[in-house]
């Protein structure tokens, strides 16, 4: 290539023109013709980005990318840490290949709204469009247009809006609820869902308050991923070494697969025979947790122990676990009214209902409020329609809600196993006061 004679700026290939001409035949269509230097190029991209940067409402918020984002939090427990971690790989997935929307749910402070525009940085610095605008803003903008000295119309900036390549809307729920604000966010909604335009959406509210028609296209699982944050506020500290876990799998740490007795001296064939199957499916289950799995029968048959070493498990390969007795669950969730409580209700209430993985112990509802089966439906119901892995006990004879038998006991989504063998108890005291030889001694007390 030949450079230019016209040198302003200390390039080495263009001279600072910022064009140059190719040195080729005189046969050649770039024959003469004037080419953007490397330099030129590098200008204009530059150029590009910081335009595509002020159209995208990130102006202020360019500090905010991955390499800034604390994926491990600060102080948290190892559950959370690693929710907050797959939270992280779940964004930077998504500005990767952004197909379909996230929604990024949870409490004040948690990140939800760094790691949305950590996308968004991440997508401008690839010179691709991307529209970041808080809800509430959004409704005040678009009011703005009906003023007479506006310069944009109501349609031109709705439509701006609506069909964006990319769009990140944060704060969803924050805005004041009037017919007309719901009605353009649903149109919102429904014309980007249509149109399967990738969208970004943080919210702080569950998503039963929601608008119906909005819900309903967010509670899409083949469109929209809920990726559900459970990280303290970062702007008090980020840690939660002060709030006590519901969880109490510590207790039962070592009620393993290990460590349970099949029994096999002391009960009848089909009792035995049951045993081993149920068995079988907890370990199968431990390895591929998926949908729920309910286990029933009497009290000591051994429904707890396959549980807690499901859990176990599970903890064993670095996974994080939530492990309640429905009563004390129960207890936890009106202790966090108290005016000294540490841990607010939302929190308690969403640890539980999205943890990645649940057990809860004991289920039944013989002496529930109507509050309590409401809390209990709905944490339920949240993980049937999420498919999040459940892990449930039942007594033979406990009371259960009919909208939540109808969910448990749904053989399309939940493995059902009833354990025939009776009380390990009865059976141990049994083979205690038989003669010598008559049963062997069982190594752990199966609950």
């Known amino acids: 290539m030949a450079n230019s004679s016209n ?3 200390p390039c080495p290939i263009c001279g600072g023109t910022g064009f140059l001409r190719r040195d080729v035949p005189i046969d050649h269509p770039d024959f003469g013709r004037a080419v953007p230097c490397e330099c030129k190029l590098r200008e204009t991209q530059h150029a590009s980005v910081e335009a595509l940067r002020d159209a995208s409402g990130l102006v202020h918020l360019a500090q905010m990318t991955f390499a800034s984002f604390r994926a491990d ?18 964004a930077r997935q998504f500005a990767q290949d952004a197909r379909g929307w996230l929604v990024l749910k949870g409490g004040y402070g948690c ?3 760094h790691l949305a525009a950590a996308i968004a940085n991440d997508r401008l610095a690839r010179g691709e469009p991307v529209l970041f605008v808080v809800v509430p803003d959004l409704l005040d903008h678009l009011r703005a247009t009906f003023a007479p000295a506006s310069r944009v119309t109501y349609d031109e900036r709705f439509e701006m809006v609506r069909a964006t390549p990319f769009l990140i809307l944060d ?24 149109a399967q335009l990738p969208t ?10 929601i608008d119906p028609r909005v819900r309903s296209r967010l509670a899409d699982t083949t469109f929209c991923k809920i990726v559900t944050i459970l990280a303290p506020d970062f702007r008090q500290g980020g840690t939660d070494a002060t709030a006590a876990s519901a969880s109490n799998l510590a207790l039962y740490n070592e009620m393993t697969f290990e460590k349970f007795d099949l029994r096999g001296d002391e009960l009848v064939a089909n009792e035995r025979a049951n045993l081993r199957r149920v068995f079988n499916t907890a370990k199968d289950y431990a390895e591929r947790p998926q949908g729920f799995i309910v286990f029933t029968g009497d009290y000591g048959c051994g429904k707890t122990h396959l549980a807690a070493a499901i859990a176990n498990a599970i903890v064993q390969r670095g996974n994080a676990v939530t492990f309640v007795v429905v009563p004390d669950l129960l207890d936890h969730l009106r202790a966090a009214f108290a005016p000294g409580s540490v841990t607010s209700y939302d929190q308690r209430f969403e640890e539980t209902r999205s943890a990645p993985f649940l057990v809860l112990d004991d289920l039944g509802i013989e002496n529930a409020t109507s509050w309590a089966r409401e809390k209990l439906f709905q944490i339920i119901d949240y993980r049937y329609v999420a498919r999040l892995p459940t892990a449930i006990t039942i007594h ?20 059902v196993n009833e354990i025939l063998a009776p009380s390990y108890r009865t059976t141990h005291r049994r083979a205690q006061a038989k003669p010598e030889g008559g049963y062997r001694k069982t190594r752990s007390a199966n609950r």
Do not use: C
Request: charged share 30%.
């Open 7 to 9: 040198a302003n700026f």
């Open 73 to 90: 939090g600060i102080g948290m427990n190892p559950g959370k840490r690693k929710n907050l971690h797959d939270a992280y790989d779940a």
């Open 111 to 113: 990140g939800k709204t």
């Open 171 to 194: 704060d969803l729920g924050a805005q004041t609820t009037t017919a007309w604000a719901l009605e353009k966010l649903f149109q919102l909604f429904n014309y980007r869902y249509n």
């Open 200 to 209: 970004v959406v943080t919210t702080n509210r569950e998503l039963e308050e």
């Open 396 to 415: 033979r004879e406990a009371e259960i809600d009919p909208r939540i038998q109808s969910r448990i006991f749904d053989l399309a989504r939940a493995s």
